[in-house]
């Protein structure tokens, strides 16, 4: 039996787990916790730091396993990279290519380089010309840590403070607030040749004040594909061109505003939202497979991706359903074998079990779980939606509801029926 070692065991990882035992593979999964809950999915789980190259090496070594993949832990990224130039394991893409996508400054300079827009941004020396609001944001983190949202200076000062303790190199990105919709593309990368394959509209929680918006539903396919497959789709190919990427899948978060699109983030990596579980089941492109096979074999898959391709999922539609939850210790999430039941989900990957807290105001932490439901039609999905919203819950040790404001259904009828 073929051996896997996946660097990280963040909750996000285990449909990459799962689907790697699915195809007859050994799955080891390493994170310095040794209580993280996907190792529990593992059929071997260690206790390896996900930064300790040499710990890796000799943990792959001893254990004669023959492929090395990172999970969706971006600060394991470089990690993952070493490892594979040690062992001389295939590798999706080069150190200087993850470099650029996993700094926000050296992805935004790139962007500008081949004519891909970006959000606006200041610099230090502009600190008294800024007009408010305005993000903050360390150029080397992701899911939303050390981000804050300011309306005058004194927020300013304090968010600076704060993005810097988040960043390895001590740099920070102060950007225009954008409040127009957010959307995000997906890229497969096949021997050289970007596809997209899928575009969403990311709607988020405004019920939490002054801290990063977190996303509650993703509605497939995008209302502004034409825009941006009109706009910005070639530019961002012949940017991945340019940059010799070769394989691998890319996400890309961005804003529509006043008719124009604005990117503000990669993720040159499996997705940690999942969206990969909506393309899969209505197009047959599976993210995971596609990265496990490359690990193996340093080839994406033997069939040409661009045939399956249809960022429109064939006339079907779909939503990823984010419920958020309020920081503190759950007592008990229920509905979640009832909803797997239900016509239309593909999916139901809780992030916690009972008992344990939830930390991390205004991170991706606050993301209870990710429900992934298809439908025909936009109003058939709405009535999905709706029945998962009324039977997911979440309550904490004395039986209080501790989910925010879940999403709206009405933007559903309203803006896409």
């Known amino acids: 039996m073929k051996k ?4 990280g065991a963040n909750p996000e990882t285990i449909s990459l787990i799962e689907k790697a035992k699915l195809m007859g593979i050994k ?9 993280t809950y996907a190792k529990k999915f593992a059929d071997v789980p ?3 730091d996900g930064m300790d190259v040499d710990g890796l090496v000799a943990l792959v070594k001893k254990e004669h396993i023959d492929a090395v993949l990172v999970g969706v832990a971006e600060a394991l990224i470089p990690t993952y990279c070493k490892v594979c130039e040690v062992l001389d394991y295939p590798c999706f893409a080069t150190m200087e290519q993850f470099e650029i996508m996993i700094s926000k400054d050296n992805f935004k300079n790139t962007c500008r380089k081949y004519h891909v ?6 610099s230090l020396d502009e600190i008294d010309k800024i007009e408010y609001p305005v993000i903050v944001k360390p150029v080397d983190s992701s899911s939303s840590k050390g ?6 200076r004194e927020q300013l000062d ?3 403070e704060k993005a810097l303790s988040f960043s390895f190199r001590k740099k920070i990105l102060i950007e225009k607030y954008m409040d127009g919709l957010e959307v995000i593309i997906y890229y497969v990368i096949q021997d050289g040749n970007p596809i997209m394959v899928a575009m969403c509209d990311r709607y988020t929680s405004k019920e939490q004040k002054g801290i990063t918006q977190l996303p509650s539903a993703y509605i497939f396919p995008s209302k502004h594909m034409e825009r941006y497959k009109a706009e910005v789709d070639e530019h961002v190919k012949n940017m991945l061109r340019g940059m010799h990427v070769q394989n691998g899948v890319l996400f890309l978060q961005s804003f529509i505003e006043n008719g124009s699109v604005y990117i503000y983030e990669p993720g ?7 969206e990969h579980m909506i393309v899969s089941e209505l197009t047959g492109i599976d993210a995971k497979e596609l990265l496990i096979n490359y ?3 340093g080839k994406m898959s033997e069939k040409n991706v661009a045939d399956r391709a249809d960022p429109y999922f064939h006339h079907m539609v779909a939503c990823k359903l984010s419920p958020l939850v309020k920081e503190g210790k759950i007592g008990k999430i229920t509905g979640v074998e009832k909803i797997r039941r239900f016509n239309g989900v593909v999916a139901v990957n809780p992030n916690y079990e009972d008992g344990e807290v939830v930390a991390g105001l205004g991170t991706q932490r606050q993301m209870a779980a990710n429900i992934f439901i298809v439908a025909p039609t936009m109003e058939l999905l709405k009535e999905r939606v709706d029945a998962v919203i009324e039977n997911f819950h979440v309550t904490d040790e004395n039986g209080e509801n501790m989910l925010l404001k879940p999403f709206d259904t009405k933007i559903i009828e309203k803006e896409y029926c």
């Open 27 to 35: 799955t080891y999964v390493t994170d310095y916790n040794k209580m």
């Open 4 to 7: 896997l070692l996946i660097i």
């Open 268 to 274: 040159f990596r499996l997705n940690g939202a999942q």
């Open 46 to 48: 260690c206790d390896v």
């Open 147 to 152: 981000i804050s949202i300011c309306q005058n």
């Open 117 to 122: 827009p970006v959000v606006p941004e200041y």
């Open 295 to 297: 690990a193996f074999t």
């Open 158 to 160: 304090a968010a600076i």
